[in-house]
């Protein structure tokens, strides 16, 4: 007679463990989907499926890649909304997949092009230098400062220039809408880049005129963004080094996403340069993350981390920010947020005493 044995006992677990241990493992595998969304726009697939489902072979074809392995590729991101395949096997679009074609407004192609890139990819191996030394990975892994490789690697430049022009396709909505920018007549874009907001400006805006100021290898590929935005004639481009001067005379200055890139020093040594071209009722409008307090989820918080690894810089709270103005000569009147994770920070030129 065969014995039946008990069954095993297993200890109780809280309820929605095994759901935070889901979550988690998802978490620890995010470099996964990073290279898979990386290497979709690589091959440029939601161009190829821009006009209609295809076949795998087909697409495999058109992307010069191997036809089994694709497949294996887009079903995986079809399991997280991006792309679909269809009853018949073949693989279409979805909304998520459509923001990776690159003609069509607010595209993230770009982005995600440069942060599944090879250059950027290597520094994040080596974020423990980071947290340890507190100093970037990148110039650990790259044996040069981010903005010097840049320099040193066109193609490299070229590609982050064309990430930020991304990120600035769907944040510039949202700065227009939070803030009224009608009574400015003259604004410098300082540390602009290829001039996407700048353009955005002054199409919005047609008593504006504006100068686009940056390094000279970045102004100069500016013209034709300009020229295609049909601002041209009210805009002008300015080479420079604004941690040693900024255009004087405006009423308006602008810099979006330029302050984060710099520590403490640098920081101030930038908005002093631009105190001293402001005239007494200028402002400044500083367009970056800001850093809440507690616990609750923000991308500021996340995007901190990519400035500590990669730019040397950091995000900041709204107190350090008011302690960095304040060093520079500046007043912060308010913080203005957006429908973006951006968050517009105005500050005017503090009165200087006199004795």
Known sequence: MNQVRPMKQHSAR?????????????QIMGFRTTQMIHVAAKLGLADLLAAGPRPVAELAIAAGAEPQA????????ASLGIFAEDAAGDFMLTPQA?????????????????YGDDWVWQAYGNMT????TGAPA???????????YLHAHPRAAARFNAAMTGFSSHETAAILEAYDFSDARSVVDIGGGHGALLAALLRAHPQMTGTLFDLPSVVAGAGSVLSEMGIAERARTVAGDFFDEAPAGADLYV???VLHNWDDT???RLLSTCRAAMAPAARLLVIERVVPEGNAPAEAKLFDINMLVVAGGRERTEQEYR?????????????GGTRSPLSVIVATAAVRQTI
């Open 255 to 257: 810099m979006k996403s």
């Open 266 to 268: 640098d920081a101030l």
């Open 14 to 26: 809280p309820h929605g463990e095994h759901h935070l241990r889901e979550v988690l493992r998802e």
């Open 138 to 148: 990148f110039t650990k892994t790259h044996g040069q400062p981010f903005y010097g």
């Open 323 to 335: 302690r960095l103005f304040a060093e520079a000569g500046l007043t912060l009147t308010r913080i």
């Open 70 to 77: 694709l497949h294996r590729l887009l079903r995986a991101l």
């Open 98 to 114: 459509e923001l990776l074609r690159s003609d069509v407004q607010g595209s993230l192609r770009d982005i995600a092009l440069l």
């Open 129 to 132: 230098h980071s947290v340890r």
